[in-house]
Nanobody
């Protein structure tokens, strides 16, 4: 299984980027797909996630209203549209995936718990200049 992120880059504050997550050896139907990010010296944090069956979404408070995750038809790739980017959004962004029935705990929404996701991409770097 391989997850591949793309779409990162350098953008000015206030700009937009769209990240995509594609997979080989893994189908996105009935899955939980999450986007996480990690900035230098900081822990990995959940940004957004989606349940591809049902379409429920979850966003970190820091990105609500600015980021949008899509991909609720179970077809790859899963996208994350990032608008009104801020310098504090600079990080390496990772796509993560797990089949929904293998999520171990019950959550109201798709979780920002890295250990719940088995498959991870290599990451794509996002740099937002001020």
């Amino acid at each position: 299984v391989q997850l591949v992120e793309s779409g990162g880059g350098l953008v000015q504050a206030g700009g937009s980027l769209r990240l995509s997550c594609a997979a080989s050896g893994f189908t996105f139907d009935d899955a939980i797909i999450g986007w996480f990010r990690q900035a230098p010296g900081k822990e990995r944090e959940g940004v957004s996630c989606i349940s591809t069956s049902g379409g429920s979404r979850n966003y970190a408070d820091s990105v609500k209203g600015r980021f949008t995750i899509s991909g609720d038809n179970g077809k790859e790739p899963v996208y994350m549209q990032m608008d009104n980017l801020k310098p504090e959004d600079s990080a390496i962004y990772y796509c993560a995936a797990q089949k929904a029935h293998l999520i171990r705990e019950d959550y109201d929404f798709c979780p920002f718990v890295p250990n719940e996701y088995y498959y991870w991409g290599q990451g794509t770097r996002v740099t937002v200049s001020s």
